[in-house]
């Protein structure tokens, strides 16, 4: 396939790693002979690098057959993850190592997550792009707080630091953004 059919969630193979895009910038010539550029970001599944590339639009590259099914974390333990296919019950396992990057957005029974799979072998794990949470702790609400102030750190259940309106208490579930890991709106 050429660089210009990539597309966000797409898995490409980019010397010998197997890169997941999390996004593509679409860059246009300035001059009248150049060419359109394609600037890619991404990370290496198996090590969780982060991966940037420009490509000219008619460059090659290798797309890999991933088929993304629904899983469930069932437990994890000091070094691996559990999880199971929601449809067929098929157990994965993926070392702490591969997940170290989402390890603070996990928890035991956690649903809704997208499992890339490719010839039968778990590469890695998607998360849905905003999830909820409760705030395990964090300084006493502020009676005159508004919902526009200022902000203060709260401590999830998993153990996430994230900063969120000075009005929420302990107890209370806040969506969060899982890319930038902020605080969105009250669940």
């Given amino acids: 396939m050429k660089a210009n059919e990539i597309k966000k969630g797409m898995v490409i193979e980019q010397?010998?790693?197997?890169i997941l895009i999390k996004s593509v910038f679409v860059q246009s010539p300035h001059s009248r002979g150049g060419s359109t550029l394609y600037k890619t970001?991404?990370?290496?599944?198996?090590?969780g690098q982060k991966f940037e590339r420009s490509f000219k639009g008619d460059e090659v590259v290798r797309q890999i057959d991933v088929s993304r099914r629904i899983?469930?974390?069932?437990?994890?333990?000091?070094?691996?993850?559990t999880f199971m296919d929601s449809e067929n019950y098929d157990q994965f396992i993926l070392s702490a190592d591969q997940l170290e990057d989402?390890?603070?957005?996990?928890?035991?029974?956690?649903?809704?997550?997208?499992?890339?799979?490719s010839e039968g072998e778990l590469l890695g794990i998607e998360l849905p792009a905003k999830m909820t949470f409760e705030i395990?702790?964090?300084?006493?609400?502020?009676?005159?707080a508004s919902s526009s102030a200022r902000t203060k750190p709260a401590?999830?259940?998993?153990g996430l630091v994230v900063q969120v309106p000075e009005?929420?208490?302990p107890g209370e579930t806040i969506k969060i953004n899982t890319e930038t890991r902020e605080f969105v709106s009250k669940a």
């Fill in 136 to 144: 395990s702790e964090c300084a006493p609400a502020m009676k005159a």
């Fill in 102 to 117: 989402e390890a603070a957005l996990l928890y035991d029974g956690l649903e809704g997550v997208s499992a890339l799979i």
């Fill in 15 to 18: 010397d010998n790693k197997k």
């Fill in 155 to 158: 401590t999830l259940t998993t």
């Fill in 71 to 81: 899983v469930q974390l069932l437990f994890h333990d000091a070094d691996t993850y």
């Fill in 41 to 47: 970001v991404g990370s290496d599944i198996s090590s």
């Fill in 167 to 169: 009005y929420l208490t």
